[in-house]
């Protein structure tokens, strides 16, 4: 596969303090960060931060050693489950110290139908909308610089039309309609953060989402990426569904991120359910076939995914097995002992798709490095720099 | 039902031509027309007065003693086989026909990947694009005053996917995508004729459309109508269906057209055909049962339609069997006769929603008129007046 939209191919001059060339000279290029993302779901972090929990301690080293984002849970239902009483400090304090790791966080979502917070159901329609919008600002301006990048909305082809249970977000789409009120919502983070990577997120990956966004488009909502969620409890997609939804959301010319991927260990859910939160079970093993079957598809999706030029981020959801729907989920099991996908993800993203050389600059200094595009040190004979190595464009290093 | 919303409660001053109040006189309320537009294809007006052929003659006069609106074919590819070679004319000659008729007309389609002129796809797609705006000019301007009624543009939830065979329009619309192609044509459209009825009009009557008009209207595309297609060669959708449609259409306020209405008499199409037009026939017969069935099922429909206060047109496709797919979808059979589902329809807008009555004038000359809205003549001693009763402000007649 042609990785070439993900290297560098870049001259660097190398000078010392004084501005002479540093010639003739061996310089270590060492890998620090992607620039692509590598992510997960981060909600592991806020016991280990908030309650020092130990048993954390193993299970955030190795999630920090595979991956340079990650997603952390602003579900209103969970963060304000009693009005007015946010739990800013838990989700400031994870995110901090995740970005003092090094690590993207996204938040997610602003809004959505699901885990919806109960209390706003007693308000009118318009004093909803009011309340959704005052809560954009608050997290959006709140976090700012610690959290630049936000699932928006979430599941937008369904929200009008979701039936389970009654709830606020439903109430305000269904009155609205559903690009309006994407175009609302957008339009409030994107004012409270305009850096921000502002995202909208689904699971319907059918024309109705490629029709949703024609729209929100051409209605100017500030969409910065596309999310497709890929849960798939039911069965991997496989390469030809995979490039399909590729092609498809590729017409709009965005940098698409998968933002919930899921490939399962054990045995499948049954094809017939339709919403997955509908598979409750007790006990659902991870499997040594499942472990096998699991390490073969996240090689080939992570690759075709890589191999994207529009895609910018992968997100699996969870680290652990036994998280969302008691499944065998993760990247390490129950007992946290990491399955074989824990070990063809760190070879593809730390030493396939890593960029660890040496380079000798020429008499005047100069040296061309073909790199993955990252965070590199660059380093000579005990004198280093920082450099982002991003695109092309020639550079002056100072060691 | 209630049917407040097609009716008037009008009070009317009746005077002299001296301004003197006609007071006490029995005055006739004589209905010429329905605001409401009960539509059908007008397709064999075209044969009958081009040809002068008088098979056509009692049917068309059948037709206009049925209806007040008419849809006239405008299918790229039959309307300039070869390019630049439009069949303006006998397109005039029917429209204007139609209009001394007092029957609106509306021409169907400007842009469709259907029948779609084979010349375009010698052009790339920018130079498609300008034909198919310059097309619309043509015709939306050239018919202006004529036909002020358009479908504008069609089908285009499946457009950009269509894939049965190569043509100009899916070319442009996979390309622009479908909220932008639709915008550029509705607004050509609207510059050339700023008053017209401009209508989208599918066959896709589930979320796919819901989101692409909320996308279309968020986008501010000038759409003067929602228009749905309800061909039920395979069955009858019943009310249940009906009304859901309904619903779901109404949020967006818009007046609703049901533009392309089927109900056959004969044995129903196999539920498994995707695209009807891959049902091809050589014998399609109307059968006494059929007919029945058909019967009962105009009946309900129209009510169903005529009730809804956003409803502002049912146009039924085919006004003779074996028309489009062969189908027995008319109201008259192929031997000219007219089935029961004729005398039905003629029952519902000619009588049981027509008005034709007589009020008398108090001693000042008033006089309140309940009725259907539309025009009538209005009749007292030998003289007479045309009125327009559309809503329910008084007004002055002079007679």
Redesign the interface.
């Known amino acids: 596969m042609d990785l070439s939209h993900r290297k560098v191919n870049k001259r660097l001059h190398f000078s010392d303090g004084n501005g002479n060339p540093l010639a003739e000279k061996e310089v270590h290029v060492k890998q620090t960060n992607h620039s692509f993302l590598f992510g997960c779901g981060a909600f592991d972090f806020m016991p280990y931060l908030m309650k020092k929990d130990e048993e954390f301690t193993t299970l955030t080293e190795y999630w920090l050693d595979l991956f340079n984002y990650g997603t952390l849970p602003f579900y209103w239902g969970r963060f304000e489950p009693e009005e007015g009483q946010p739990q800013t400090e838990m989700l400031m304090k994870t995110a901090e110290y995740l970005k003092s790791k090094n690590v993207t966080v996204k938040g997610h979502p602003l809004c959505w139908h699901t885990v919806c917070a109960d209390w706003l159901m007693k308000y009118d329609n318009e004093t909803i909308m009011k309340k959704q919008l005052e809560r954009i600002d608050r997290e959006v301006t709140g976090f700012k610089g610690v959290i630049d990048m936000w699932d928006v909305i979430n599941e937008v ?1 369904i929200m009008p ?1 979701f039936d389970k249970y009654d709830n606020a977000i439903t109430r305000i789409c269904k009155e609205k ?4 009120l994407i ?1 609302e919502v957008f339009e409030k983070a994107h004012e409270c953060n305009p850096d921000a990577t502002l995202l909208l997120n689904d699971f319907n990956t059918s ?2 989402y490629e ?2 966004i ?7 909502v500030p969409i910065s990426a596309i999310g497709i969620q890929s849960h798939q409890h039911q069965g991997y997609w496989g390469a030809e569904k995979l490039n399909d939804v590729l092609e498809r959301f590729s ?2 010319n965005l940098p698409i991120h998968f933002t919930e991927n899921t490939l399962i260990s054990g045995e499948l859910m049954a094809p017939h359910i339709v919403d997955l939160n509908d598979w409750q079970v007790d006990d659902w093993p991870s499997t040594p076939e499942g472990e096998a079957r699991q390490c073969k598809e996240v090689e080939e999706m992570y690759r075709i995914l890589f191999a994207h030029p529009l895609v910018e981020a992968i997100t699996s959801w969870d680290y652990k097995d036994g998280a969302w729907l008691n499944a065998p989920s993760g990247f390490v099991r129950r007992d946290k002992t990491p399955k074989p996908s824990h070990a063809m993800l760190k070879k593809l993203i730390k030493n396939e798709w890593w960029t660890d050389t040496s380079v000798r600059t020429d008499s005047n200094g100069f040296a061309s490095i073909k790199a993955m595009k990252g965070s590199y040190v660059l380093e000579s004979e005990g004198k280093c720099a920082n450099a982002e190595l991003v695109d092309d464009s020639e550079a002056v290093i100072v060691l």
């Open positions: 082809v039309i309609g559903r690009v309006a175009k024309i109705n029709i949703l024609d729209g929100c488009l051409n209605a100017g017409r709009f």
